[in-house]
């Protein structure tokens, strides 16, 4: 995997990045100018960052597998010590497609309905393979989302969520918190 060098993570123009960040020079970066990442965030091949005017963050050690999708139109917010695994898809904005409004970017935005709220993850979150997580969803501390899920609703802290659309499945073991502070 080949990451940018020092210099060329300088002429990105992150609003703000801290130390060892590691972004494959196959992400497509969108508005860097909105966009701050902590230290240790690794972002793999494939993904798409895009960013609105409203915030987006990634906060330290932070892994974003390959071929991730973030649309953060609507503001991103990820905690530290958060997992997104490869194929998943983030978006903060998102059209009505009932077929009582227009849909698509090409539409004058006053025929479209556009939910646009972010997405905030609390740190330990892992979002499993393939998963997809819809504008205003809020994931408490320590969710995990099983692969191949539909995230359409917030989830409570230190829980496991799979489906689609997502459901409950079992309260997930705090110890990674020990590894942390010991």
Known sequence: MSFYSL???SKIGLKQYGNNVKISRFTNIYNP?????????????FCILSAGDKPFVLEDNIHISAGVYIYGTG?????SYSN?????????VNDDYSGEY?????????????????????????IGA?????????LEEGVAIGANSLVNKSCKEWSI?????????KQRAKRI?????H
């Open 7 to 9: 210099i060329e993570l």
């Open 75 to 79: 503001g991103i917010y990820i905690k």
């Open 84 to 92: 997104i695994s490869s194929g998943s898809k983030l978006f903060s």
């Open 161 to 169: 969520y799979g489906g689609t659309p997502i459901r409950f499945i």
């Open 102 to 126: 227009m849909v698509g970017a090409c539409v004058h935005i006053e025929l479209r309905n556009v939910k646009e709220e972010a997405i905030i993850l609390e740190k330990y979150v892992v």
């Open 33 to 45: 100018s909105n966009i701050i990442i902590g230290n240790n965030v690794r972002i793999d091949d």
């Open 130 to 138: 393939n998963s997809v997580v819809l504008p205003g969803v809020y």
């Open 177 to 181: 918190i020990d590894i942390i502070t």
